[in-house]
């Protein structure tokens, strides 16, 4: 068993009672990873050098109480900022791009005196639900390599799952943090939008991205989330809220808790034996004292379609900044400017993510806006409208993660539109700006399977609480072949 | 609603994308996929609905007028493709 198999809690532990340094836990992810990823290519880039050389300095430990996240090592997705370290959100057109800032989700990791390891593989600029969007290379899932490890926060779920790292930070802006720890068998938690600041992520749709940790357990995960949770000046949609300690909520006690299960996210479409899954799921928590009851979450259907809507445009404004001109990748052979903007767009961007800027651009443009981005507004108030009635009586909401396990490679890749419909348990999440957390919850054809539970707005303590009492009781402790687990 | 290529084309332009005839035929027909899909929003009586732009009460932020250290000339020039005395280099926008 590998140190990295403990918990972050047990390596705090360890590291304050002198038992282990942070560089020979830092030597040891690095080592792990040197090991494996090139099985499962998590990593865009690995800071080996820089983690080791930071650690060593943590290795004198300072008089007092130690933060958490002291020593312990930690992987970025490659869109967030990191000051001096390359930051190519897997697109060709940032492939040179060192940032002269870090984010402010890394920074407040940075005071805690984590270390990181490196920044791990993506879907290009966040677009994606399989990571076969990365401009370099895909990466695989530790459970099954011929399988897609979800996206676009993939190499951040994947490296967890494989015991490369005991956390990671991913971004979610329809499901991908949760989708992913949902097909590597992980946790995976998006936060209320605004409760961590934004500054310093590669903005892909603003008003839906959210940046979240991974984790192997739900403890794990509120400890992480405390670090990076609170307002920040730099960010104007950053909220001013106070943050509880999330870590007290984790009680195990769920005894009277409201429990709601929407009909529509047990319907057409899911497989059979995931559904099975997180019914068993759900029965567990209601033999904690839970009560359960069925509800509607009516416009629940038409969340892709305005999801493909607003956050496309969102996207086509957002990435208008790829012009070649301040940073990036320049193209050469350019007849003038306007040329060079073509060209350097034409050349840096993959095709999802040109997709999405036409879909995004014909949305906007004249003559469309009402019919199709302004009624997607619309519809995002009614689906927001739906979990609001919910949460009048219920204290959370719970699904699955995803409609099935993790897809082969390549099985959806050209036709986007069903790549798409992958992510209609999350995306309703993230047009309403709730928590989720995606907890795994067994196998089905030998892959995880990730409950969903879904909070009101800032009551991510109840999320954690939900997550933390069923992971008790299940104590399934799913790990891939890979780590000495399950054999996929 | 059905998107052509003459449409791609006019948004490939408004996007500043240059795209290939090859690409050109592709998105005109996964985006008429798309949006076909999306045609579904069009059953929704949607008329007393109020758009949202955005799940949290917003208000306008504002700082004093003051002066503050930001990124320095070198950084914010560190990683453009080109530059020329402390500036951004592009190619010519007018000829002459």
Not at chain 1, 215 to 228: C, F, G, K, P
Not at chain 1, 356 to 362: A, E, H, N, P, Q
């Amino acid at each position: 068993m590998s140190i990295l198999d403990a918990s972050i809690r047990e390596l705090h532990t360890k590291i304050r009672r002198k038992e282990i340094k942070p560089s020979e836990l830092a030597e040891a992810a690095i080592r792990r990873i040197e090991e494996t990823d090139e099985q499962i290519k998590a990593y865009l880039t690995v800071t080996a050098e820089q983690a080791i050389e930071h650690a060593k300095k943590l290795d004198k430990l300072p008089e007092g109480e130690l933060p958490l996240l002291y020593g312990i090592p930690g992987a970025i997705k490659d869109n967030m900022c990191t000051e001096g370290v390359k930051t190519t959100c897997a697109s060709r057109i940032l492939a040179n791009y060192i940032p002269p800032y870090t984010a402010t989700a890394v920074k407040k990791l940075e005071e805690q005196e984590y270390v990181l390891v490196g920044k791990t593989n993506m879907d290009e600029f966040a677009m994606g639900s399989s990571n076969e969007n990365s401009a370099f290379f895909p990466t695989k899932n530790p459970w099954d390599p011929d399988r897609v490890p979800g996206g676009s926060s993939g190499g951040s779920a994947a490296t967890v799952a494989a015991g490369q790292v005991p956390f990671s930070l991913g971004s979610d802006t329809g499901g991908s943090i949760r989708q992913p720890a949902s097909y590597c068998g992980v946790v995976g938690m998006k936060p209320t939008y605004g409760l961590v600041s934004r500054f310093g992520l590669v903005a892909f749709a603003s008003s839906l991205d959210q940046i979240g940790p991974f984790a192997r357990n739900v403890e794990d995960t509120a400890i992480v989330l405390q670090a990076i949770a609170g307002y920040d000046k730099l960010d104007s949609t950053s909220a001013n809220v106070e943050i509880p300690d999330y870590l007290s909520a984790l009680t195990g006690d769920i005894k009277g808790l409201r429990i709601a299960m929407p009909k529509e996210y047990f319907a057409e479409g899911l497989d059979p034996e995931v559904a099975e899954r997180v019914k068993e799921a759900i029965k567990l928590l209601e033999s904690q004292g839970a009560t359960v009851e069925e509800v509607t979450l009516p416009h629940t259907k038409y969340a892709i379609a305005c999801y493909y809507l607003i956050a496309p445009a969102e996207a086509s404004s957002n990435l208008a900044r790829y012009d070649g001109v301040r940073y990036g990748v320049r193209a050469e052979d350019a007849e003038n400017l306007i040329d060079m903007y073509k060209k350097t767009r034409a050349q840096g961007f993959g095709p999802e993510v040109k997709r999405r800027i036409m879909l995004g651009t014909y949305a906007l443009s004249s003559g469309y806006y009402d019919a199709y981005y302004l009624r997607a507004q619309k519809v995002r108030t009614l689906i927001k409208q739906d979990f609001d009635k919910v949460f009048e009586k219920f204290d959370v909401v719970v699904s699955p993660t995803a409609p099935t396990v993790a897809f082969k490679a390549g099985e959806k890749v050209n036709d986007p539109m069903t790549m798409y419909l992958n992510d209609i348990f999350t995306i309703p999440v993230n047009l309403a700006g709730l928590p989720g957390i995606s907890v795994p919850c067994g196998l089905a054809q030998g892959m995880p399977v990730g409950l969903q539970i879904i909070g009101k707005a800032f009551d991510e303590s109840t999320v954690l609480k939900v997550a933390h009492a069923y992971e008790q009781q299940a104590n399934l402790n799913l790990r891939p072949a890979l780590v000495g687990g399950v054999r996929a | 609603m059905s998107i052509t290529t003459k449409d791609v084309a006019h948004v490939a332009n408004l996007a500043r994308l240059a795209l290939s005839d090859n690409e050109m035929e592709q998105f005109t027909e996964q985006l008429n996929k798309i949006l076909q899909h999306a045609e579904e929003l069009q059953k929704l009586d949607l008329q007393d609905v109020e758009p949202t732009s955005h799940v949290l009460p917003m208000e306008n932020v504002m700082r004093e007028d003051e002066s503050r250290v930001w990124l320095t000339n070198e950084q914010a020039l560190a990683n453009a493709p080109d530059k020329d005395a402390g500036q951004f280099r592009v190619p010519a926008v007018m000829e002459g």
